[in-house]
């Protein structure tokens, strides 16, 4: 085989992020007839039950990677996709697949990384919590503006003379930074979103604003990004712009409102740095309070335009519920939750236990927390700032802090500074429980903690994320003595 050969092919597995899985007996030199070596070939986008013909574009010595050239069969798991720019967008790239299949496959990739990659065994694995619901789950959307609108291959090969080829506002294609395929409806949001993204559109391409460039580092629009309450009523327009004009914000929000009357705040962030990030160095608040409030649970939250916030809120509250069942508290634990954030968990899990301590390494996050202890008159809970990327074991002696008998982790994708896992260590709760959206890396700082000490007892994977690879996983870890 040799790259751009054409084979077919029957899939019989699936990997992870939406790799078919195809084997072929390939002769080599020190396998016997009795004992072939299976050569492993993943195909993108395929599924298990189809038959294809794929060109190969990468081969190495014991695995082979292609791309779909004709389906001769399809899988029986195939659906037909909702959303007009399936295959185009890089959001959801699972959305042909039956959601039930997802599920399954979900579940089996978060077994099979902590059994092969983790090397765990002996412990229970609670079946996947589904979303319910599979379209319009997300509270916040972030769209990007760009001077370089992606063309479709229909555009491109119809060689039709293209308008508007230099401003486009919509999601990012897959491996390049600098071109946005322009859209004009996103199932994952709502209808009132699309609106706003549409409405966004036009007015600044009637008033020929300039799109930030990261190449020559000018233009003025950068992002927008919506965020819309799941039990409130409230809904916040963010507009990310390179620099300020009051009057063409003014205009902005005038039109919006005329529009859209339920919008109840509207922001615009500056944001003066090069790199392409969605937040502001500074905030300007136009309309409203500047903050949106939602809830988890019976528990209020501010949200503000910076804020980290689950973006599928119905489901945080289960992924919450499942952290509360794997403590299983008396009600007088002391908890320690890392990487706090806002105090969502804190403040979920408060009647629980005696007293809560929030580690957090964003200033701004610990601002929000001490808001939302306010709002629900929370009296256990204190958030402390410190960077959870150097030993966090000085702070607790300063402040004199007790003991924790369980410890609450939920950190970023990247997972936890070898540091963090060194304290947690000499710490020594009863129990830990680890909350992630990337279960290799979870599995990988597990490892670490269950050398000697602990043993992996219970994993729970939810849906977060519908019709995307991505999966939220609970573990809990419990003292082995």
């Known amino acids: 085989m040799k790259k751009g050969d054409l084979i077919e092919l029957e899939i019989t597995d699936y990997a992870f992020e939406g790799k078919g899985i195809a084997k072929i007996v390939k002769e080599i030199h020190s396998q016997t007839e009795d004992n072939p070596k299976k050569f492993v070939i993943f195909i993108d986008s395929s599924y298990p039950g189809d038959k294809i013909i794929a060109q190969l574009n990468k081969i190495k010595k014991s695995y082979a990677e292609g791309k779909i050239k004709e389906i001769i069969s399809k899988s029986p798991y195939r659906v037909n996709p909702e959303c007009k720019y399936f295959g185009v967008c890089g959001g959801c790239k699972q959305q042909d697949l039956d959601y039930k299949m997802q599920l399954k496959y979900k579940e089996e990739q978060v077994k099979d990384i902590f059994e092969r990659l983790g090397g765990f065994s002996n412990f229970e694995i609670n079946p996947i919590i589904p979303s319910d619901k599979i379209f319009f789950y997300r509270n916040k959307m972030e769209f990007s503006f760009a001077n370089k609108r ?49 409405l966004t559109r036009d007015f600044f391409k009637n008033k020929n604003a300039t799109i930030y460039s990261t190449y020559t580092h000018t233009g003025y629009l950068r992002n927008l990004i919506i965020r819309q309450s799941t039990h409130t009523n409230d809904v916040m327009v963010n507009l990310v712009t390179s620099e300020e004009n009051d009057e063409l914000m003014l205009e902005y929000k005038n039109e919006l409102l005329m529009s859209f009357p339920e919008i109840t705040t509207i922001v615009n962030n500056i944001n003066i740095k090069k790199s392409q990030v969605a937040t502001g160095d500074y905030e300007i608040v136009y309309y409203g309070s500047g903050f949106i409030y939602d809830y988890i649970g019976d528990y209020k939250f501010r949200i503000s335009a910076n804020s980290f916030f689950q973006t599928n809120t119905t489901q945080a509250e289960k992924l919450y519920n499942v952290a509360l069942d794997f403590a299983s508290f008396s009600g007088n634990e002391i908890v320690y939750d890392l990487f706090s954030g806002a105090g969502t968990i804190p403040v979920f899990i408060s009647k629980y236990v005696k007293e809560v301590f929030g580690f957090e390494s964003v200033a701004s996050a610990i601002n929000d927390a001490h808001v939302n202890i306010e709002l629900n008159n929370i009296t256990n809970f204190k958030p402390l700032l410190v960077d959870l990327n150097k030993s966090f074991i000085p702070l607790i002696k300063q402040q004199n802090l007790p003991s924790p008998d369980v410890i609450i982790i939920d950190p970023p994708r990247s997972g936890m500074n070898p540091k963090t896992i060194n304290d947690i260590l000499k710490l020594k709760p009863d129990k830990i429980i680890y909350i992630s959206c990337n279960p290799a890396t979870q599995a990988r700082d597990l490892k670490l903690l269950c050398e000697n000490t602990y043993k992996l007892t219970r994993i729970q994977p939810v849906d977060m994320f519908p019709h995307t690879y991505h999966i939220e996983n609970v573990a809990l870890i419990e003292k082995t003595n």
């Open 150 to 198: 992606w063309l479709t291959e229909n555009e491109i090969s119809t060689m039709q003379e293209l308008k508007d080829k230099n401003f486009a506002l919509g999601l990012h294609i897959p491996n390049y930074f600098d071109k946005v395929l322009d859209i004009d409806e996103c199932l994952l949001q709502s209808q009132l979103s699309n609106n706003i993204l549409n």
